[in-house]
């Protein structure tokens, strides 16, 4: 996949910059495929990339962790890979003041 940078809510998320977590692939509900890359900032923001048959590519909105680890979980992702981001971080915040750092 390119790179993909896109300012959302003042924020500027770039894959060139932000650490690749894991990659999914599915379908969407007309059949075609879809690629999706999450990634994190240096600053632990989250995010997703998708592409498509019927797009080139997309950045989804941003994710809270909780957000974020749901999408892993959900899709698959090792589980050595969850406990590395979202278990072993010291202070890891709610959903409402994870919330409070995304653009609105």
Request: aromatic letters at 12%; one cysteine or more; charged letters at 25%.
């Amino acid at each position: 996949m390119d790179n993909v940078r896109q300012t959302i809510g003042g924020y500027t998320y770039d894959t060139s910059e932000a650490e690749f977590v894991a990659s999914a692939a599915g379908s969407d509900e007309d059949g075609f495929h879809v690629d999706a890359a999450l990634y994190r900032t240096v600053d632990a923001r989250w995010f997703l990339v998708m592409s498509s048959d019927t797009f080139t590519r997309a950045l989804s909105q941003p994710m809270t962790p909780a957000q974020a680890r749901q999408w892993c979980e959900r899709h698959g992702v090792d589980a050595r890979i969850v406990r590395f981001y979202f278990d072993r971080r010291p202070g890891f915040c709610t959903d409402e003041a994870e919330a409070a750092l995304l653009p609105i």
